[in-house]
């Protein structure tokens, strides 16, 4: 006879964005059976890799942090206690572009005096030098509460999170920041990053180089301005960015590694990873979640819980039998815009190694009275060049360059065009022309270099247009959406969950549409809470002794001394254009001297 079928798992999660692949590889060092499924053919969500021509393409996230050492970054707390060795290069800036007025200047890693204090002094006049280093005083309060807590042991279990975070960690220095700010943390954490500004009296005023530059950091971190950003992801960022020994990490081998590494989490736990396998629906049973229902018809039953790491419009309609407070926020929540993307390969002859890999681009500005709303359409590009940092990312002598509107690409416009059809071409050959001239502003000759003749004749061209129909179809977000901007209207965080489905038993979600939001910490601690929760107290408990002795358990900013001095991979940087000199604006020189 043939053999019994092997029982199900206990935790079945459908997705592989980060929040997915997080909740995984937690649930598996927990000890937890896991089986996940994922409709894509590569792992990572909206943070999956890509391969066309020879090339590497990371379809999402360019920059991050804290990765590269343990620390309180929650990615790094998950792929620590899954047992990782995933390499990460590390350096110090980005180089930002204000094509509008024609100034450029190096955001640079460390403490602010002789790097970004000469930012703030060019741009925002001596006036503006104060308020800026008082701003940076007055959040550390914030930045303290955002670290305070190891994110190993946040919970969405309201028992589990009052044992291993709020009592030991939270509720102190949140009561200590609360007197020091004369002000209550919480508000400052958990409400719009635009508060940050009142911790000044009086604030400086909307159109101020600093709240500029907030917005600016606002909307790279979530696709909305700091009225519309969590204050705790901002502050930490702020703090994060400014410390004495700060950098920046890259992942080798790029976005769709560390997918891998998580997913190979998984496997090592014993779990499953299927890829191209489309679920259709959530099967409810009882009032629980029984399982899922792939395409075709095949059911995979869970024995605990289903994880849902589908976007919440995606999730509301796996459960379309659904009826709770929950679904109805669900149907109310406000997606924001979407992304057009450009990939290109091009010839690396002649490109200075110290370039900067990172930029920013502003197309109708970000300095002075007649700059834009960072969030204006076609403003705000983000230009990545990872070859600079791992050439095994694109064939021998050539780079690869990411080229991204964020959040800023309006659905509407594009809606029910046939992919195949002459309007669509033009109008993607329109979209990528902008993005052609953000990636000019770092290297003014790139379309030659591009072209046939200098990659090796036609068949090693590698031009790739993405629009919000490319981020609806592969990435399977509503409308093509960066991701949730709030409740009834854009920035209303009231309606972000902690990954527990009222109306429903064992049904989860992870991912962007939980609290905190948008981004890869937020996506990986939205992981953390809800694998914790499944696992129990016990087993949470558990695996933070097991951390803790191992000196993995990392909270407050201890780890930045330590990182300083662990800091592996360096790689040089601080030149902002191709045929541009060192001096640049901001750009404090120590280990990248010439």
Known sequence: PPPPPPPPPSVIVVGSGIGGLCCGALLSAHNVSVTLVESHSHLGGVAHAFPVNGYSCDSGPSLWAGCAVPSTNPLRQVLDAAGSELPWLTYDGWGCHDLLSGDSFRVTTGPSEGGFDDVVAEFGGPGELPVWR??????????DSAMSCPPLALSSDPLAFLRYAFLPHLLPSILASSLSLRAPAPSLLTGPASRLLSLRSPPPPPGSFVSRY???????????????????????????????????DYPKGGSGAVAEE???????????????????????????????????????????????????????????????????RANATKPTPSFVHLWVGFDAAGIPPDLDCHHSVFNKGLLGPSAAPIDAPENFHIVSIPTLFDPSLAPEGRHLAHVYAAATADYADWEGMDRGSEEYKAKKAAAADVLWASLEAIIPDVRERASAARVGGPRNVMVTVGTPLTHERFNRRHRGSYGPG????LGDMRAFSDGRVGGVDNLYTVGDSNFPGIGVPA??????????????????????GEMRGRGLLKKGKGWWEEAARLRPNIVKGGRIKVGGGLDVIGGRRTDNEE
């Open 262 to 328: 998580l997913a190979n989490a998984i496997r090592r736990g014993g779990g499953r990873v299927l890829t191209g396998r489309h679920v259709e629906e959530i099967l409810l049973e009882g009032g629980r979640a029984a399982g899922v229902r792939l395409r075709g018809g095949e059911v995979l039953r869970a024995s605990e819980a289903v994880v849902s790491n589908a976007d919440i419009w995606r999730t509301r309609e796996l459960v379309p039998t659904l009826s709770s407070p929950w679904a109805e």
């Open 134 to 143: 008082e701003l940076l005083s007055s959040i550390e309060p914030v930045v």
């Open 214 to 248: 907030l917005d600016y950091l606002s909307f790279a971190l979530s696709g909305l301005p700091a009225s519309g950003t969590v204050g705790a992801a901002v502050a930490y960022t702020l703090g994060d960015l400014h410390h004495g020994g700060a950098f920046l």
């Open 523 to 544: 996506a990986a601690a939205s992981g953390i809470l809800v694998a914790n929760a499944i696992a129990g107290m016990e087993k949470q408990g558990r695996l933070l």
């Open 486 to 489: 709030g409740g009834r209207e």
